[in-house]
């Protein structure tokens, strides 16, 4: 593990190798699980905010369930996250025309619709950051629906820290990921094998 100010960060994200590989996946990580994505309690009231610029986007029964529960839910845990359609697909999932699950709080994003791209649990998956008392643990949640990201990871050999660069410099700042990537270049966990 290493820390950088009060975070932990596991290992995983500099040897493991990861690139998402939509054409063979589909998005299968916004329909599949028991759970919503976590949310941050001001990700929630931004969500609330973009409503009527997604409504028509989304599907009748994510608008169904929207209406009659909100949102967001919270799980056994005590968390906040993303309402899911018969305890599976998040409500913000579309298939776009090649079959692709996505996000169309994103494609509103990417639309210059609103700023806010997407809730930030989504954009590091399938890194999960899990906050304690005095420190958040930063983790590599390896899921068997990301096999194909995994492959395509280990022949680019593009580690998970690198793939998921942007979103783990929305999350912690960029001086947070110079340090993180320094540690990685200074060690031999940048290039395994």
Request: with cysteine; charged share 25%.
């Amino acid at each position: 593990m290493l820390q950088i100010n009060d975070t932990i960060i596991s290992f995983d994200l500099f040897d493991q190798y990861f690139v998402c590989n939509l054409t063979q996946c589909k998005g299968a990580c916004c329909i599949e699980g028991e759970a919503g994505a976590p949310l941050k309690k001001d990700e929630i009231s931004e969500i609330e905010d973009i409503l009527p610029i997604i409504w028509n986007d989304l599907s009748e029964k994510a608008r169904k369930l929207i209406d009659s529960q909100g949102v967001f839910y919270i799980d056994p845990e005590g968390e906040p996250v993303a309402s899911i359609i018969n305890g599976r697909e998040c409500v913000f999932a579309y298939i776009d025309e090649e079959g692709n699950c996505k996000c169309v709080i994103e494609k509103a994003f990417h639309e210059g619709k609103t700023d806010f791209q997407k809730p930030i649990s989504c954009h590091l998956y399938p890194i999960r950051v899990q906050r304690y008392n005095d420190f958040q643990a930063v983790n590599y949640n390896k899921w068997k629906i990301c096999k194909c990201a995994r492959v395509l990871g280990n022949e680019l050999k593009i580690p998970l820290y690198q793939f998921l660069k942007e979103p783990l410099i929305r999350r912690f700042g960029a001086d947070w990921y110079e340090q993180v990537d320094f540690f990685a270049k200074q060690t031999d966990l940048w290039q395994k094998g």
